[in-house]
């Protein structure tokens, strides 16, 4: 049974930095591609980074939203089952839930979701 856990959210200042967690379990980690959402207040869900599965023509690769170029970084250790955020020199238009996402064969996965808030 696929699970994904987030957590490491919490109230910080703009320019502080944060690290999510998705913990998971039911699959091989690194042999899925995963992603991080995030979902404002009155806006739709979007994406933030992806990474690659092991396995793809490009292992590991990974992409992110323009939004947080430079300063997010999606990484995973398979030793733990757990993927992360690093988030630095946050923003106040950060804010949001942030949810780990697997998309695995014909369905797909999501956390419950973990909020981050960034005050000016």
């Known amino acids: 049974q696929v699970q994904l856990t987030e957590s490491g959210g919490g109230l910080v200042q703009a320019g502080d930095s944060l690290r999510l967690s998705c913990t998971t379990s039911?699959?091989?980690?690194?042999?899925?591609?995963m992603g991080w959402f995030r979902q404002a207040p009155g806006k739709e869900r979007e994406a933030v980074a992806c990474?690659?599965?092991?396995?793809?023509?490009?292992?590991?690769?990974?992409t992110y939203a323009d939004s947080v170029k430079g300063r997010f970084t999606i990484s995973r250790r398979t030793s733990s089952n757990t993927m992360f955020l690093q988030m630095n020199s946050l923003k106040p238009e950060d804010t949001a839930i942030y949810y780990c996402?697997?998309?695995?064969?014909?369905?797909?996965?999501w956390g419950q979701g973990t909020q981050v808030t960034v005050s000016s």
């Open positions: 039911g699959f091989t980690l690194d042999q899925y591609a």
């Open positions: 990474i690659s599965s092991s396995d793809s023509s490009n292992p590991r690769s990974t």
């Open positions: 996402y697997l998309p695995h064969g014909a369905t797909d996965y």
